[in-house]
């Protein structure tokens, strides 16, 4: 039986009061948003119908996140291998994030970042990104990064690449450049460089695997695996995430 709204709203209120009291909040978190389209199979609805449910829970979860003091988001959105995914239901897809992106750019709260490989997006489609991104360029709100044609491994193999290329215009030799390659020049070619690692990983759908999100950067995160879909993600479940973070002991490797 499902309890009734107030039971949850009087829950959330003395977790939300625990996590101030605790003063252990996350600077970054990053979200696999994972389940839109189990839940849409199970609600009997098309695919697309699951990926627009989905888009909507993204203001809801940077509200929370805002509230919460959380400096950074990283928001993965399609991943890599989704860009294999059946023609029509990709080009569905790659609409709905376009929209949800213009629509948190609309908002006017947020700093938004696209963080992924343009090149491996259409076009229009990368164009789109780009300009909501840069509309949100002078906001001093919460920083979001959204991860459109991001995969992990991609990632790394660009910073590495954005690092030779650099050496080697400042008139180094390959094997000169190669050889001073370091953890932190690495660490500075990343997509997130200048901002810090996520400290707390949530994915949704019951999955307990991070699938190649943010590889290189979740060394030392904390990870939060949910059962919820992404679609029925809900305050409590988030709250309970950033609980379960502050009740941690973070040796950070040590």
């Known amino acids: 039986m499902e309890l009734p709204s107030w039971v ?36 009997g609805a098309s695919a697309a119908h699951g990926h627009r449910r989905g888009a909507d829970k993204i203001s809801e979860v940077l509200t929370w996140s805002a509230q919460a003091q959380v400096e950074v988001v990283t928001l993965w959105m399609l991943s890599t291998d ?28 947020w700093r938004l970042q696209h963080m992924g490989d343009a090149s491996l997006l259409p076009p229009a489609i990368a164009a789109r990104l780009a300009a909501a991104c840069e509309r949100t360029a002078g906001n001093d709100g919460m920083h979001v990064n959204v991860a459109v044609g991001y995969g992990g491994r991609h990632e790394i193999a660009d910073a590495v690449r954005a690092y030779l290329r650099d050496g080697v215009s400042q008139g180094r030799s390959l094997q000169e450049v190669a050889e001073s390659l370091t953890v932190e020049s690495i660490a500075e070619h990343l997509y997130t460089r200048g901002q810090p690692d996520p400290d707390l990983v949530i994915r949704t759908s019951g999955e307990q695997r991070l699938s190649g999100f943010l590889m290189w950067q979740s060394a030392h995160s904390e990870f939060y695996f949910c059962e919820a879909y ?25």
């Open 8 to 43: 949850y709203r009087s829950y959330e209120n003395r977790l939300a009061h625990h996590l101030r009291s605790s003063g252990k909040t996350p600077r970054h978190i990053g979200v696999i948003l994972d389940g839109n389209r189990r839940w849409a199979r199970n609600s």
């Open 82 to 109: 989704n860009l294999e995914r059946e023609a029509s239901e990709l080009e569905e897809l790659l609409e709905i994030i376009c929209e949800a992106v213009e629509d948190l750019a609309a908002d006017g709260r």
């Open 230 to 254: 992404w679609p029925d993600f809900r305050r409590v479940d988030f709250l309970r995430a950033l609980r379960s973070y502050a009740q941690r002991e973070r040796r950070l490797g040590r």
